[in-house]
Structure formats: structure tokens, C-alpha cells
């Protein structure tokens, strides 16, 4: 008779992969990585909030900080996927303005949700943003961010907050200088100053004695 040996071969599984989408988010914005390959029973790392860790298909998280980060999957080997994290922004457009008392000037709030180092744009949140003078004796600010000069005095910062769909809270301020009306004193001064036989004429001078303001 002959003998046959049984033999058993292990084929090492390859490692899981993941990706994340969306791969590039602002601050406290979701992303949801998902697994494929490997075991199949993974085991995720590397996100912030809800979860530094979880288990399953797929993992959702956020960051409260920006930067490159890595999500970590483990299932029958380990590999990574990268998320970029963006930091949103808020300014206020001019930065600096100068009103005279009575006048007014418009700002604009402007929220960028990738920050200056992300590929989007500006948005105007005029509306939506929260207004406040540091000092309403010396300039006030409406709903719509226009300021009104009050009175003339030292430099009022005007504030604006804004709260982005994803829970960022967000604040920008900007510089506002009051200056006074301007004041123009005139003389007028006749020569000869005495009526004469009429037909009488005379020339009027008209003479700046004191000018203050621009």
C-alpha cells in the first residue's frame, strides 16, 4: 500500500485598504472611511471625535484640528488612509475703515471653510454673522454689518461671529475710526464797507478763518 501526507498550505490574506471621502474636510466636518480586503473584520483608529476608535465596515469621524491626519485600519494586516483637515475662517472686508460722524460704511463678513491654505473660495455671511461694537457711543453696527459713526473718539473694534454648518465658531473683527464733521468758519468783509450815492457798488471778500476736519 502507500501512504499519503495531508498538507496544509496558509495563504497569508492581503491587507485591508481604506478611503476616506470626503478626503479633504474642514474642522468638525465627517468623514467616513470604508475597509475592503483583508479578514474582513476590522478594527479602525486614528479619528478624534465621536470615536478615536471603532469596528465595523466602515468609520466615521471628525477633527477639531487641522492638518494631515491618518485613519488606521486592521483586519488581517493593517494599512492607512489619509484625511486632510482644513481650518475654516472668518474676516471682515475692509479690515479697517474711517466714517465721519452721521455717515456710514458696509462691511463684509466672509467665511472660507478650508481656511487661506484650502482650494475654495470666500462666502459672504453678512446676514448670518452676529454684529457688535466694542464701544455703540462712538460707532454702532446693524444686522446687515453697516457701521454708523456716532461720535468722534478712539478706534471701536466692530465684531462678527459666525457658527459654520459643521459647529465651527468663528469670529473676525475690524478697526473703525470716527472722525468729526468738518467745520468751515467764513468772514465777508465789503469795500468800500459805506454806501456812497447810489448807484452804489461794492466788493464782497470772502475769507477762511478757521477749517478743521477733511
Known sequence: GSMSDNVTVNVAASPPTCSASPSSVSTRQNTTATGNG??????WSGGELPLATGSGPTFTTNYTTDGSKTITITGGGSNT???TVYQPTLVINPPSVSVQVGNT???VALYDADGPGGPSGNTAVISSATWSSDNSA????NA???VTGVSAGPTVIIRAAYT????????AT????VTALPVLSISL???PPSPGTAPFSTTLTAEITSYTGN
Open 138 to 141: 462712538i460707532a454702532t453696527v
Open 164 to 171: 459654520d454648518s459643521f459647529g465651527n465658531a468663528l469670529s
Open 144 to 146: 446687515s454689518g453697516v
Open 105 to 107: 460704511a458696509p462691511l
Open 38 to 43: 483583508g479578514s474582513g473584520g476590522y478594527t
Open 189 to 191: 468783509s465789503a469795500s
Open 81 to 83: 488612509c489619509p484625511v
Open 174 to 177: 475690524a478697526d473703525i475710526t
